[in-house]
C-alpha cells in the first residue's frame, strides 16, 4: 500500500523565518495536494500537484514535486503567525482506478510573535 | 459558491446505538468522499461515491457504510458504535474525481461514550 511521510512531524519558527515541510512517497504519485487544519476543523486546500517538477505559489507558500513525483516541499517565506496549523499532505497513486487519497502524518507549525 | 456542508458538527452516542452522517456537496460535484481523522492513526480513507455508485472502499470493517443520492448528498452510517470510533469524520467532494481536486468540509465530530 502506498505511504507518506512527513517531515517534520513539528515545527516551532519565530515570526518572519523561512520554513520547509517535506512529503515523501513510497510510490509513484497521479497527484499531490497540501492542505492545511486548524485544529478540529476541516482541511483548507492550497495547492495540487501533477505535474513531475512543477512548481506552484500563492501568497507566501510555495509548493514544488520532483521529476519522480515521489517527492514534495512546501516551502513558508517571512512565516506570519497566520500560518499556524497543521500541514498535511495528500497523495493519489498513479494508475487507473484510485479515487483516493493517502495522507501524511501531518506536520503541526507554530509561530511565535 | 457554498462550500461542503456536514452536519451534525457534533455528535455524542453510546457504544452499540448507530449514527448517520449527512454531507451535502458543492453544487455540481458528483464525487463525495469520506475520511475518519484520529489522533493515533491520521486521515484515513472511508469510501468514495460517484453518480450513487461506490468506486473506492478503505479498509474498515463492515459497520461503517454510506450511499449517495441523486442529487449527490451523501450519509455514511456507522452501526454498533465502538468507542474507538471516536474521531473526526471529513467529507470531501470533486467534480468527478482525484484529477480535478477535493474540497473538505467542516467534519463532523463524534464522541462514542
Known amino acids: 500500500s502506498q505511504e507518506l511521510e512527513q517531515s517534520p512531524q513539528s515545527l516551532i519558527v519565530q515570526e518572519g523565518k523561512n520554513l520547509t515541510i517535506n512529503c515523501t512517497s513510497s510510490k509513484t504519485l497521479y497527484g499531490l495536494y497540501w492542505y492545511k487544519q486548524k485544529y478540529g476543523e476541516g482541511l483548507i486546500f492550497l495547492m495540487m500537484l501533477q505535474k513531475g517538477g512543477e512548481e506552484k505559489s500563492h501568497e507566501k507558500i510555495t509548493a514544488k514535486l520532483d521529476e519522480k513525483k515521489q517527492q514534495s516541499s512546501l516551502h513558508i517565506t517571512a512565516s506570519q503567525p497566520s500560518h499556524a496549523g497543521i500541514y498535511l499532505c495528500?497523495?493519489?497513486?498513479?494508475?487507473?482506478?484510485?479515487?483516493?487519497?493517502?495522507f501524511g502524518k501531518g506536520t503541526k507549525l507554530s509561530v511565535i510573535p | 459558491k457554498a462550500g461542503v456542508t456536514q452536519t451534525p458538527r457534533y455528535l455524542i452516542k453510546t457504544r452499540g446505538q448507530q449514527v448517520t452522517l449527512s454531507c451535502s456537496p458543492i453544487?455540481?460535484?458528483?464525487?463525495v468522499s469520506w475520511y475518519q481523522q484520529t489522533p493515533g492513526q491520521g486521515l484515513q480513507f472511508l469510501f468514495e461515491?460517484?453518480?450513487?455508485?461506490?468506486?473506492n472502499k478503505g479498509n474498515f470493517p463492515g459497520r461503517f457504510s454510506g450511499r449517495q443520492f441523486s442529487n449527490s448528498r451523501s450519509e455514511m452510517n456507522v452501526s454498533t458504535l465502538e468507542l474507538g470510533d471516536s474521531a473526526l469524520y471529513l467529507c470531501?467532494?470533486?467534480?468527478?474525481?482525484?484529477?480535478?481536486?477535493?474540497?473538505f468540509g467542516s467534519g463532523t465530530r463524534l464522541t462514542v461514550v
Open positions: 461515491y460517484f453518480s450513487e455508485t461506490q468506486r
Open positions: 470531501a467532494s470533486s467534480p468527478r474525481g482525484t484529477n480535478y481536486g477535493y474540497t
Open positions: 495528500g497523495g493519489a497513486p498513479a494508475g487507473a482506478g484510485s479515487y483516493q487519497l493517502t
Open positions: 453544487s455540481g460535484h458528483r464525487s
